[in-house]
């Protein structure tokens, strides 16, 4: 089955740690995104790539760092400059034209501060 | 900048009922908007995609409207059902092909 897949589903936190956020997809798709979303409130971009070894920030980019060495994979590290991490994040994928075919999205992972 | 709002927030009615979601957003040099269904604790899902050029998309039970001009976008159910419960999202992408979300519906049907 293609899809995106995103691990953990939950992920702890303690003060002063990066933590990684792994997505995968097998689509074939050459973009992938990530998102962060508060409760009640839309998603928000927080980086973005178009093809693999090149990304761009987001709206959202302060304290939060991403690779793309693969086109399959789009690793989102949460850094201890976040001040406010707590949230669920989402990974999507796509064509890089985006204007005909919609985003694809993973399950999500929630991050908990301890 | 893009700003996307959703009215209600909120909705609850009955099972069966025909209802209408609102969206709107301010910068109508948009390339498309998107509908997307979110399950509590779950990912998106994509349920009609309007091109800037299109006025309606049709999927099932579900149509969704477009006035660019207007800045309006609207999605309609028809007869919902309490499988229809979840949180329906709207997204304009914009003219630097980002996705611009709103807020979100929070729907509950009753059985």
């Known amino acids: 089955d293609g899809g995106i897949t995103q691990s953990p589903k939950y992920l702890f936190r303690k003060e002063g740690q990066n933590v990684t956020l792994s997505c995968e997809q097998n689509l074939n798709h050459d973009a992938m995104y990530w998102y962060r979303q508060d409760p009640g409130q839309g998603l928000r971009l927080i980086y973005y790539s178009q093809i693999v070894n090149d990304f761009q920030k987001g709206d959202i980019a302060e304290g939060y760092s991403v690779s793309r060495e693969k086109k399959e994979s789009f690793p989102l590290t949460v850094t201890s400059a976040q001040k406010n991490p707590t949230a669920f994040y989402l990974c999507?994928?796509?064509?890089?034209?985006?204007?005909?075919?919609?985003?694809?999205f993973g399950p999500g992972t929630r991050l908990l501060v301890l | 900048k893009q700003e996307v709002t959703q009215i209600p927030a909120a909705l609850s009615v009955p099972e069966g009922e025909n209802l209408v979601l609102n969206c709107s957003f301010t910068d109508s040099a948009i390339y498309n908007l998107q509908w997307f269904r979110q399950d509590p604790g779950k990912g998106l899902t994509s349920l009609l995609l309007i091109q800037s050029s299109q006025r309606e998309q049709t999927s099932g039970r579900l149509n969704a409207s477009l006035d660019k001009s207007s800045g309006r976008s609207t999605l309609y159910i028809a007869a919902s059902q309490p499988g229809d419960s979840a949180t329906y999202l709207c997204?304009?992408?914009?003219?630097?092909?980002?996705?611009?979300f709103g807020s979100g519906t929070r729907l509950l049907v009753r059985p």
């Open positions: 997204a304009v992408m914009d003219s630097s092909y980002k996705l611009i």
């Open positions: 999507a994928s796509s064509f890089p034209d985006g204007t005909v075919e919609t985003q694809y």
